[in-house]
């Protein structure tokens, strides 16, 4: 298997122009099905640093990798004692942050990455997330902070520091777990190339997260066509509801 | 086994949710509840959205009423015209309380009103069913106790437009049974709750109505409001899980079968106190997440999703 990877790989670096430092990149899977007894998935993300000039030795090679899922706007609140209760007092919204965002590194973020290229690339889970403009800065960045460690409790957000593994400055590769309760739509991974905390070059992929036939067909059902969903979901409680209660009465007599 | 469900939107355990369905069906069985009073707090816990919750549990009223309408209409114990009296009322509350849901759903404050409003109705029902119980008990002992008078005349016989119940051999205004009528009706569409637990009391108490058509025509009147409310929550915030609801539906059918066998052998008046126990301690745990310090004082809403 990993020669046949090494093969297709090595075969790939060949078809490409010319330039510094490279990167190709392949996953294990491109289709996420979310079918009834979905618990999570692994996804392999794995590639070859493919190089024309021979390899500099007056710095390390880094590589980053993010998996981002579609991007959605959300409203945090916070909860305040209000007659004894705790009650949502306060809420700032969020243009768009990834309903998914897992980044890893081939060591600790903040050692292979300036500021000024995180800006640029956006790759730190706090640059992921579009705030809106709020009328207190200060407190905002308290509420964003909140999203990425709720998020981070689900296991939505993830920061994988040092999960990379670099072969012989060429090959890499890493795992980033799916867990059970993502949305479906287009997550996208990014592959960055690094030297002395400056992207040198970037690779982009997509996998497809979407519903299994019958879930896709039920929630394109709910949405679309309402009232039928409705409809169905009484003609099954009447169906099981006296169906049930007709079949024992007739299992007892 | 975990399922994922497809509204919800989250993965959840099988044998949680069948056990959920089976358990709560054991005790409607047992005790002739509906249970759902029951099962839509449960469905918090375990970490269904609460409008997914409200949602499928009026879905699954329907499922675990059907049977016993039919039941009774074969056996001509439902008063038709007051049941259509009280539903009319009750198709009114459920719009009302459809209305509010999607209001407080976009304010933000959604899951408050459902919570709040369990602590308040599980407390009274709790606490008048541990009282009623321990009444029966005392009354069990002593059998010369005071007996409560089922039928009096009081303020609901002296209002205007009345008209003649003859199945229940009344003549009164249809202002209270229609008010009653809207009241379970924003119950069943902000709870999820088929209301029975108010409607019975009402019914006997303030409407005076003669005990051999209480459960029937409450039956009725539960299940075609929780149909129409089921509609009304497919329609507006296309919250009902139709995954969701099979697991809990099979779970409660079959559970009911064996709560009515296990009721005919046990004691009643006992176990009614467990039940009236377990109502409470859902009652507390709800009110204990709202009165203690959370963990996280934050929360995320996605607009348009649960």
């Known amino acids: 298997m990993r020669g046949v990877v090494l093969f297709i790989l090595l075969g790939m670096l060949s078809l490409l122009p010319a330039r510094a430092e490279e990167v190709i990149v392949g996953l294990s899977q491109n289709r996420v099905s979310l079918t009834v007894n979905y618990e999570g998935s692994e996804i392999l993300i794995f590639g070859a640093v493919r190089r024309e000039a021979p390899l500099p030795d007056d710095s390390d090679l880094d590589i980053i990798v993010t998996i981002e899922g579609p991007p959605m706007p959300a409203v945090i609140w916070r909860k305040a004692r209000r007659l004894g209760i705790w009650v949502n007092t306060e809420s700032q919204e969020v243009r768009a942050a990834p309903s998914f965002y897992a980044v890893a590194g081939t ?14 690339h956006r790759i730190s889970t706090r640059l992921a997330i579009f705030e809106a403009r709020g009328p207190d800065p200060r407190d905002a960045a308290a509420f964003t902070e909140a999203l990425i460690r709720i998020r981070q409790g ?3 957000y993830q920061e994988l520091d040092s999960t990379v593994a670099l072969q012989r400055d060429t090959l890499f590769n890493t795992r980033v777990t799916l867990p059970k309760n993502i949305v479906e739509g287009t997550y996208t991974a990014r592959i960055f190339l690094l030297r002395d905390g400056e992207v040198l070059n970037e690779a982009e992929t997509f996998i497809d997260v979407q519903k299994a036939v019958l879930e896709r067909w039920l929630y394109n059902m709910a949405y679309d066509r309402p009232a039928l969903y409705g409809l169905m979901a009484l003609a099954l409680a009447v169906f099981f509801g006296w169906g049930a209660s007709a079949l024992f009465r007739f299992v007892r007599s | 086994m975990q399922i994922y469900l497809p509204i919800a939107e989250t993965s959840v355990n099988a044998f949680t949710l069948l056990g959920v369905g089976g ?3 054991v005790l409607s069985g047992m005790f002739g509840v ?20 409200v949602a499928t549990g009026v879905n699954q009223v329907v499922a675990s009423s059907i049977s016993g309408v039919l039941a009774h ?7 038709l015209r007051m049941g259509t009296v009280l539903l009319i009322g009750g198709l009114v509350g459920s719009i009302i309380g459809i209305w509010f849901f999607n209001l407080m759903q976009r304010l933000g404050q959604l899951d408050l009103i459902v919570q709040l409003s369990y602590v308040i109705f599980l407390g009274i029902i709790g606490a008048l069913m541990l009282q009623e119980s321990l009444r029966a008990l005392r009354r069990s002992k002593n059998p010369h106790a005071p007996r409560r008078k089922l039928h009096t005349h009081n303020w609901v016989h002296n209002l205007p437009w009345k008209m003649k119940f003859r199945a229940s051999g009344l003549y009164i205004s249809v202002v209270p049974p229609l008010l009653v009528g809207v009241g379970v009706g924003i119950l069943a569409a902000i709870m999820g709750v088929g209301g029975g637990f108010i409607l019975v009391p009402a019914m006997i108490y303030l409407l005076g109505m003669p005990t051999k058509v209480v459960i029937g025509t409450s039956l009725f009147q539960v299940t075609f409001v929780a149909a129409f409310t089921t509609m009304m929550h497919a329609l507006t915030n296309y919250s009902v899980d139709v995954m969701l609801a099979i697991f809990l539906i099979l779970g409660g059918v079959i559970g009911a079968q064996i709560g009515t066998r296990i009721g005919l052998r046990l004691k009643a008046e006992q176990l009614r106190i467990l039940l009236a126990l377990l109502v409470l301690a859902v009652c ?12 996280e004082v934050y929360s995320i809403s996605i607009p348009g999703r649960f």
Not at chain 2, 40 to 49: M, R
């Open chain 1, 107 to 120: 060591a600790p973020l903040s050692d292979i990455l300036s500021a000024e290229a995180d800006l640029t």
């Open chain 1, 154 to 156: 689900e296991q939505l």
């Open chain 2, 284 to 295: 507390g745990k709800i009110a204990l997440d709202l009165l203690l310090t959370p963990s």
């Open chain 2, 34 to 53: 509906g249970g759902g009073f029951l099962i839509t707090p449960l469905l918090f816990f375990i970490g269904v959205p609460p409008a997914v919750a």
């Open chain 2, 23 to 25: 358990g709560v069906g």
């Open chain 2, 73 to 79: 209409l074969k056996r001509k114990t439902v008063d």
